[in-house]
């Protein structure tokens, strides 16, 4: 189960997002300013998407991200190194 605690409106470039389309499921990634590509399309089951979504950010050292409504974003789970300071 993820624990879905901090929202975004604009995820940071590089993060990984799953949206849904209404009868599937996309991924895409946040290119900054609001903007996204799309990296995957189609998906009819979720849980295969949301693998895929986790697989990749956890590869590429980035966070995953869901959509949560129009420009809103929840943290599915976070792979970014912390930044210690």
Same mark, same amino acid.
């Given at each position: 189960?993820?624990? !879905?605690?901090?929202?975004?409106?604009?995820? =940071?470039?590089?993060?990984?997002?799953?949206? =849904?389309?209404?009868?599937?499921?996309?991924? !895409?990634?946040?290119?900054?300013?609001?903007?996204?590509?799309?990296?995957?399309?189609?998906? !009819?089951?979720?849980?295969?998407?949301?693998?895929?979504?986790?697989?990749?950010?956890?590869?590429?050292?980035?966070?995953?991200?869901?959509?949560?409504?129009?420009?809103?974003?929840?943290?599915?789970? !976070?792979?970014? =190194?912390?930044?210690?300071?």
């Amino acid at each position: 189960m993820f624990r !879905r605690k901090t929202l975004s409106t604009n995820p =940071p470039a590089g993060d990984y997002i799953l949206s =849904p389309t209404g009868y599937s499921w996309n991924l !895409r990634r946040s290119i900054g300013g609001g903007s996204v590509e799309s990296i995957s399309a189609g998906e !009819r089951k979720k849980a295969v998407a949301l693998a895929s979504l986790l697989s990749i950010a956890e590869a590429d050292k980035t966070d995953a991200w869901e959509t949560a409504g129009t420009n809103v974003f929840w943290l599915l789970r !976070r792979f970014r =190194p912390s930044v210690a300071g």
